[in-house]
């Protein structure tokens, strides 16, 4: 376990934005984590999908990377720290299916369960059987939890995700083929991996009969993409991507995210709501 002090949280962050932290711990196992818990402290994983305030943050933030996996028969039994695409690439090299379509998504395992993370039709939420929580000092196992489209019982009720159980299937022959296909569409579309940015900014549109729009689709009509505020601006490639240009701060970021939720709102009576999470210090 590694603990810092007054480290900005931009250190810390894809996006590469935050101010300093008046605790920073790195916990690299699931023991680790439960030694640093304490119930105000802030719990992430790799800082993926996430905006940091550039006051920065009075409690302590907890980043957990690490922990370990294994396969048993078709069962995914994993700490939360575990980078999700070791699980993915583990469990198509061992011939199991239902993570292929997650290929390329970013961030821990504990982190895609708490936004109910997905792609191209599969949302990992579809493949959780128990979940292992630490809530207000207890330990707590919570078997089949609520998940919604980007959300999750753990959102809306908090709880810190220790470990989970996924149960896959076995391969019917065009997994390893599906998985290379949406990583060569998210080379095409989505930012560089070099580029700071926190990925999808805001979620699809849920119309009343279940069919979905994608935000990015609306943001490109509004005429979204190369628009720039501050450090901030819209990336080029896809419309739904705000990026950090060098120098962005948080505020730039919000205040172009703002702008864009005006041009939708006025133009198709749509209010796109965030996916990347905006933290605060209350």
């Not at 894809?14 to 605790?23: D, K, V």
């Not at 069962?75 to 090299?93: F, M, R, T």
């Not at 207000?136 to 998940?147: A, V």
Request: with cysteine.
């Amino acid at each position: 376990m590694k603990v810092f002090k007054d480290l900005p949280l931009r250190d810390f962050s894809r996006f590469r934005i935050g101010g300093p932290a008046r605790q920073i711990v790195l916990a690299e196992s699931r023991e680790e984590l439960l030694s640093a818990l304490e119930p105000s402290a802030l719990v992430f994983g790799e800082g993926t999908n996430v905006l940091f305030p550039d006051e920065g943050l009075e409690k302590k933030v907890i980043f957990f990377q690490g922990g370990e996996f294994h396969l048993d028969g078709q069962w995914v039994v994993s700490d939360a720290g575990v980078n999700l695409q070791a699980i993915v690439k583990g469990s198509l090299e061992q011939g199991l299916g239902g993570l292929e379509d997650l290929a390329g998504i970013p961030g821990t395992l504990g982190g895609a369960i708490y936004g109910n993370a997905g792609a191209f039709g599969t949302q990992i939420g579809d493949l959780v059987r128990e979940v292992e929580v630490w809530k207000e000092g207890r330990l707590l196992r919570l078997k089949s939890p609520w998940f919604g489209y980007r959300d999750s019982i753990f959102k809306r009720e908090g709880g810190v995700i220790l470990r989970a159980w996924l149960k896959l299937r076995r391969a019917k022959g065009r997994e390893k083929e599906i998985a290379e296909e949406r990583l060569r569409l998210r080379r095409e579309k989505h930012p560089p991996p070099q580029t700071p940015c926190a990925g999808s900014f805001f979620k699809n549109v849920v119309l009343p009969d279940g069919r979905k729009i994608p935000a990015g689709k609306l943001l490109e009509e509004v005429g979204a993409k190369g628009m720039r505020i501050g450090g901030a601006g819209v990336f080029p490639g896809h419309a739904n991507f705000i990026i950090n240009l060098g120098k962005a701060k948080a505020e730039d970021v919000l205040r172009l995210a703002n702008i864009l939720k005006e041009k939708v709102r006025e133009r198709f009576g749509i209010e796109l709501e965030e996916e990347v999470i905006v933290v605060r210090d209350p």
